[in-house]
Nanobody
């Protein structure tokens, strides 16, 4: 079992920045491939970014590439999402997720564990 707790969401103006954090507890953190997803009202949950267990490999959705940076600290059992140049369309609840399989990293169904989410609101 893995418990995930997100933090760092909030209200920011367009062009601003936020840093999301996800703290993990439970099983060996480095064994898990981590992902960030988001869900806006009335929309499906969508992939944002992912990072391999070692942190060596990172992946981004086209919509956030060049603006968001994912990182992890396997000593502190945390994963972060640095979000810069935020746009109103980035407004959503952001979820941290963990997977211990080799299913596609950009699909919510691939992930075994989820956090409760943190709200990000970007005003224009």
């Amino acid at each position: 079992q893995v418990q995930l707790v997100e933090s760092g969401g909030g209200l920011v103006q367009a062009g601003g920045s936020l840093r999301l954090s996800c703290a993990a507890s439970g099983r060996i953190f480095a064994n898990f491939f981590m992902g960030w997803f988001r869900q806006a009202p009335g929309k499906e949950r969508e992939y944002v970014s992912a990072i391999s267990g070692s942190g060596r490999d990172t992946y981004y959705a086209d919509s956030v590439k060049g603006r968001f940076t994912i990182s992890r600290d396997n000593v502190k059992n945390t994963v972060h999402l640095q979000m810069n140049s935020l746009k109103p369309e980035d407004t959503a609840v952001y979820y941290c997720a963990a997977r211990s399989n080799f299913l596609p990293y950009d699909r919510p169904a691939s992930y075994n564990y989820w956090g409760q989410g943190t709200q990000v609101t970007v005003s224009s």
